[in-house]
């Protein structure tokens, strides 16, 4: 699922392929490959992806897990992945907001 991850943040963030693959450094094609989930990232391309999104690599892997655990866990455990995985949402929008005012 880390792959569903790094797509929804990049959708999340209004980002092209073209522009992050500019950004990170890395093929477009690559990108492509990566967020299908035909390649698998290494530790290298997530931290670019945590320091170019401003989250931490551990985020990036928990909202992975989290988009994987639907039908397997109990109702209660989900709810509290998902409250966390917002929180985790509301925190990277709050630093957007912070870096437009600034």
């Given at each position: 699922?880390?792959?569903?991850?790094?797509?929804?943040?990049?959708?999340?963030?209004?980002?092209?392929i073209?522009?992050?693959?500019?950004?990170?450094?890395?093929?477009?094609?690559?990108?492509?490959?990566?967020?299908?989930?035909?390649?698998?990232?290494?530790?290298?391309?997530?931290?670019?992806?945590?320091s170019?999104?401003?989250?931490?690599?551990?985020?990036?892997?928990?909202?992975?897990?989290?988009?994987?655990?639907?039908?397997?866990?109990?109702?209660?455990?989900?709810?509290?992945?998902?409250?966390?995985?917002?929180?985790?949402?509301?925190?990277?929008?709050?630093?957007?907001?912070?870096?437009?005012?600034?």
């Amino acid at each position: 699922m880390l792959h569903k991850a790094l797509r929804l943040i990049r959708q999340y963030h209004k980002e092209s392929i073209v522009e992050l693959s500019s950004s990170l450094g890395i093929p477009k094609d690559k990108i492509v490959s990566l967020e299908s989930g035909v390649w698998s990232p290494s530790i290298e391309v997530l931290e670019r992806y945590a320091s170019h999104f401003d989250i931490p690599v551990s985020s990036l892997v928990f909202f992975s897990e989290s988009l994987g655990t639907q039908g397997r866990l109990s109702k209660r455990l989900r709810l509290n992945l998902a409250g966390k995985v917002l929180d985790v949402l509301e925190w990277v929008s709050n630093k957007n907001e912070k870096t437009e005012k600034a």
